[in-house]
Each structure stands twice: as C-alpha cells, then as structure tokens.
C-alpha cells in the first residue's frame, strides 16, 4: 500500500515539475524572442519599366503573374437569362470580342501594375 502511495505522489511531483506554460519555455513575447525583434521593411516601389524587365526575366514571377488569371478564366461563364436567343446572342457576341482573353489580359495587368482595364468596344442601336 505505500508503494502505491509513494507511486503517485511521485507522478503528481512529475506532472507539477514539467507543467509549464508552452508560450513561455522558449522565449515567446520576450527580449529572448527573435520574432520580437523584427521590424517590417521599407517597401521600395518599382517603376514600370522595372516591373516589366523584372517580369520578362523572371520565370517566378511571370508564374505569380500569369497562373492565378489562368484559373480564374478557364472554364470561362454562362450567363443565366431565361430568354434562350438572347443568351445565345450575349454569348456569341462575347466569343466575337475574345472577352475571355480580354479578362484573363486585365487581371495580369492587375497583378503586375496594379490596375487593368477592359474595353470591349459594344455599340447599342
């Protein structure tokens, strides 16, 4: 029976022992923390012509550029009208404009200046 007692009065002596706070043991939120220390950097704004040697030369970049618009145009759009030849007739005349290329074209831009912009050029009689 002591055994037994003297066995659990060492396992509540262990637990005790290494209970500790997990935020605390390796320096977190404190002088010892590296993360503590960082600073964010001043941000350096590339002119266009920069952006466009950058992208021209760079593989990497012309990856972050040019897949996100990729995806994002794919599988293209229907438009959801209930009059079937007017659909038909938006649509065609879509393809016609190569609207899809055209949005694909303006969110590159917008990844790599910032800005896009679309003209489809549609005249109303």
């Given at each position: 029976?002591k055994?037994l ?6 396992m509540?002596?262990?637990?005790q022992a290494?209970?500790?706070?997990f935020?605390?043991g390796?320096g ?5 923390d590296k993360?503590?220390r960082q600073t964010?950097a001043r ?10 040697n950058?992208?021209?030369n ?9 897949i996100p ?6 599988s293209g759009w ?5 009059d ?9 005349k ?21 800005d896009?912009?679309?003209s489809l ?5």
């Amino acid at each position: 029976m002591k055994t037994l007692e003297k066995a659990k009065q060492i396992m509540k002596q262990d637990s005790q022992a290494f209970r500790e706070d997990f935020m605390i043991g390796h320096g977190k939120g404190h002088a010892r923390d590296k993360l503590v220390r960082q600073t964010p950097a001043r941000r350096r704004v590339l002119t266009k012509p920069e952006l466009m040697n950058l992208y021209a030369n760079n593989g990497l970049v012309q990856n972050i550029i040019d897949i996100p618009p990729e995806d994002m145009t794919r599988s293209g759009w229907t438009l959801k009208i209930e009059d079937q030849k007017l659909k038909g007739a938006y649509e065609s005349k879509l393809r016609k404009l190569k609207a899809k290329s055209a949005f694909k074209s303006m969110f590159s831009y917008d990844r790599l200046y910032g800005d896009g912009f679309i003209s489809l050029g549609i005249v109303q009689k």
